[in-house]
Nanobody, 116 residues
């Protein structure tokens, strides 16, 4: 059983920055895709950013130019650098990992709150 542990969430003022980390309990070399979803209050979960094992990235339009996803296979960790945060970025952020042919893995979530 793989565990994904997120950290780095918190409260920040609008315009500020946070870096989320997601560390897996085993090597992430076997994960084809890793990334982040978020669930704002009262809304559905939405994809924020993803990165393939080859380093290809994908971003939601709402975060392009502000968020950067990266992965460090040597540390079994995926990062989400979030800059120029806005109140509408307030959400619970979830890390996920995809290994084709297996069920997706999910972290427990970390709260990000951006005050205006």
């Amino acid at each position: 059983q793989v565990q994904l542990v997120e950290s780095g969430g918190g409260l920040v003022h609008a315009g500020g920055s946070l870096r989320l980390s997601c560390t897996a309990s085993r090597t992430i070399f076997s994960f084809d895709v890793m990334g982040w979803y978020r669930q704002p209050p009262g809304n559905q979960r939405e994809l924020v950013a993803s990165i393939t094992n080859g380093g290809r990235t994908n971003y939601a339009d709402s975060v392009k130019g502000r968020f950067t996803i990266s992965r460090d296979n040597t540390k079994n960790t995926v990062y989400l650098q979030m800059n120029s945060l806005r109140p509408e970025d307030t959400a619970v952020f979830y890390c996920y990992a995809v290994q084709y042919g297996y069920p997706n893995y999910w972290g427990q979530g970390t709260q990000v709150t951006v005050s205006s």
